[in-house]
């Protein structure tokens, strides 16, 4: 699996979008991106994922590069209750027999703090 | 739906003691994860199941750790004998392989300490 590289710490002002950067420039054609995220005290939490095309959902947007080796995750109205580690993962789509692909790697994250 | 269901919460034992965790994923989910996370390591993949079948379980520390998944609704972890360096917060996921990719949703997770 690619791996990815993430700021270690970043803050944001509460009500504005949170633009948290990844860096994947070893990705494959075949590798998605994902974002998790991890609120203090809990388990992570799907986000989004993406594979060349843009994508938005109820929670954030997901922006890739169009050379796939970096992408951006928005949080366009950051709240305090979104303070947490973000995680930035790439893999391969998991099979329906599964395999080796169908495991996530964490690295360390971003942890994004959302001041009033 | 409820979720990925883990219990215990919280459990503390002494060293040498046997800890079972165990672990209900999501309904309809095939595939189940158990993930260990410390402040050293960070979130670790122990092992992994497809349709109740281990499928890769490199990440499991040593012998004293085992998983099983006798059917689709239930999961065990075991540490046999105890020791303090296990203490961690183990996660359970849960996901559809062949689904939606790479969609785990995790359970709250059980927070383990030996003393």
Not at chain 1, 14 to 26: F, I, K, M
Not at chain 2, 55 to 79: C, V, Y
Request: hydrophobic share 30%.
């Amino acid at each position: 699996d690619a791996k990815t590289t993430q700021p270690t710490s970043m803050d944001c002002a509460e009500g504005r979008a949170a633009n948290l950067p990844c860096n994947h420039s070893t990705i494959s054609g075949n590798e998605y991106v994902y974002w998790y995220r991890q609120i203090h005290s809990q388990g992570p939490q799907y986000i989004i994922h993406g594979l060349k095309n843009n994508e938005t959902n109820e929670m954030a947007s997901l922006i890739i590069t169009e050379d796939r080796k970096s992408s951006t995750l928005i949080l366009p109205h950051a709240t305090l209750r979104d303070t947490a580690v973000y995680y930035c993962i790439v893999r391969a789509r998991s099979t329906p027999y599964g395999g080796s692909q169908g495991n996530l790697i964490f690295g360390k994250g971003t942890k994004l703090s959302v001041k009033p | 739906d409820a979720g990925v269901i883990q219990s215990p919460r919280h459990e503390v034992t002494e060293m040498g003691q046997e800890v079972t965790l165990r672990c209900k994923p999501i309904s309809g989910h095939n595939s189940l994860f158990w993930y260990r996370q410390t402040m050293m390591r960070g979130l670790e993949l122990l092992i992994y199941f497809n349709n109740n079948v281990p499928i890769d379980d490199s990440g499991m520390p040593e012998d004293r750790f085992s998983a099983k998944m006798p059917n689709a609704s239930f999961s065990t972890l075991k540490i046999q004998p105890s020791e303090p360096r296990d203490s961690a917060v183990y996660f359970c996921a849960s996901s559809l392989a062949g689904g939606p990719p790479g969609s785990q949703y995790f359970g709250p997770g059980t927070r383990l300490l030996v003393l």
